[in-house]
């Protein structure tokens, strides 16, 4: 694999600290992907905002305003990694789904490959604009827009499970399944409908447990990763 879209959840940054940041993870993280990047990998990433807002954190809000509070979050994430790649020696850019001119370039996907190509870390932010729609299936849209060669989902678990294994002792780890019998088992390790998007355009899956940085490299160079989905 050369060209890959990596998913990282918002709670990923905050790792455990008291902001919405632990600025010593992200900057691992950024250290890893611009080292994977040096090394001839394209590189994509969506940036969940779990850390900041979550649409449905929204209470009685119109779900719609919610969801587009969280795509700015997005933003905000994105521009913060963006600049710790920078940092640590790597080259970066933003594309948003909306025009957010000066902070960041507008989303388009012949820009985005030829920023790939050309060795720089291409942020995606702002989902895909409209409320409804995860980060998982913005990741998953904009992985086959760029035609990466696959999806990596760094998850707080390693492995996608028969049943939460916080809840079920005898859940059992999964190392392989197809997109289409995670859908009909009603497994909810990742969004629906960016399994189903992911199946229908012949995209793997590789979901990992981010607890370190390095777990990123581990997972895209040494194919330390916990389960595949195929997409059938």
Request: glycine residues 10%; proline residues 3%; negative net charge.
């Amino acid at each position: 694999m050369k060209r890959i879209l990596l998913k990282l959840s918002g709670e990923a940054l905050a790792a455990g600290a008291d902001g919405i940041y632990n600025h010593g993870f992200v900057d691992g993280v950024a250290k890893t992907v611009a080292d994977l990047s040096r090394e001839g990998y394209e590189i994509a990433l969506v940036i969940g905002a779990g850390n900041i807002w979550r649409g449905r954190s929204g209470g009685d809000m119109d779900r719609g305003d919610a969801d587009r509070m969280g795509m700015l979050a997005t933003v905000i994430n994105s521009i913060c990694m963006k600049d710790a790649i920078v940092r640590a020696g790597g080259k970066a850019c933003v594309m948003t789904s909306v025009d957010m001119r000066p902070f960041a370039e507008i989303y388009s996907s012949d820009k985005a490959r030829a920023a790939l190509t050309e060795g720089q870390v291409v942020v995606f932010a702002g989902g895909l604009g409209i409320p409804f729609l995860s980060t998982d299936t913005a990741g998953a849209v904009r992985a086959a827009e760029i035609q990466a060669d696959a999806m990596f989902m760094a998850k707080n678990i390693d492995y996608i499970y028969t049943a939460d294994p916080n809840v079920d002792k005898t859940a059992v780890k999964i190392e392989r399944i197809s997109a289409s019998e995670m859908l009909a088992k009603n497994l909810r390790a990742i969004d629906s409908t960016a399994a189903a998007f992911c199946m229908s355009n012949g995209m793997p899956i590789y979901i990992f447990g981010l607890r370190h940085p390095e777990d990123i490299a581990s997972a895209v160079r040494d194919g330390k990763y916990g389960t595949v989905v195929t997409p059938d």
